[in-house]
């Protein structure tokens, strides 16, 4: 067990804001389950370091860089006020081509809450997709929050970025794909028969004013008993990735 170095704790601590983030070759897990979840799911290679306070059980993480801090230096160090005192460092992913390989392709278009992104992807897990595309202008999927709102699905997707809707559909492997844009009110119905999931791509929008370029696809809704202005972006998604499902099973 190592004594955490100021040079570190400075590191750590840039993390805290988002463009100490965009710099960062790091980005930071906390929470005795997300944590677990990471030591899983991400190769050791992936982990930088493990951070503990002195009280904190540290026998059974298999860890080479371990480090110890006090309970407050650890309450410096978190984001959280719950991180039950353990903390992974790890080095951020590198970007890799998407292979397209799921039955369709989750598309998240300039999401900005971090508590959204952590729940459609824990979401998009439950289904059993592995791919996500972000646009341009996206909340960052390895935001401390988004994490603990996804409770570490991050870990086992992979993400494509593009600058726009425009681009992703003029990639190859999407050019004869069906493309649904989801909306608060129009557009077919995401249980009407004709619409189908199975080779698509299914594109949700920024919270506030949702899908701007409606131009590359075709409008799809949640139809709903009252004149709700829309549903929260997560639950939307949930009720779009669990028809997926659904379709699946029908088809399986």
Known sequence: ??????????????????????????YIIEGLR????????????QIAALILTKESDNESYDIEQKFIVS?????ELSQTHNS???????YKPKVKNL?????????LDRIQDPGNMGTVLRTAIAVGLTEVALINGTVDPFNPKAIRAGMGAQFSLNFGFFGDLKE?????????????????????SCYDQSFKLNNSVLVFGEEANGIVDFSV???????????IESLNVAQAATIYLFESLRQKLIIS
Do not use: Y
């Open 1 to 26: 067990m190592q004594t955490l170095t100021q040079k570190l704790q400075k590191e750590i601590k840039k993390l805290h804001s988002n463009q100490g983030r965009k710099k960062s070759q790091f």
């Open 34 to 45: 997300c944590c677990q979840e990471a030591l899983v799911r991400l190769d050791k290679t």
């Open 71 to 75: 309970e407050k230096e650890f309450t």
């Open 84 to 90: 039950q005192e353990i903390m992974l460092l790890a």
């Open 99 to 107: 292979k397209f390989n799921d039955d369709f392709l989750l598309v």
């Open 168 to 188: 992703l559909c003029n990639h190859s492997q999407i050019k004869q794909r069906q493309v649904w844009l989801t909306t608060p009110h129009e557009g077919v």
């Open 217 to 227: 696809g075709q409008k799809t809704m949640i139809p709903t008993l009252s004149n």
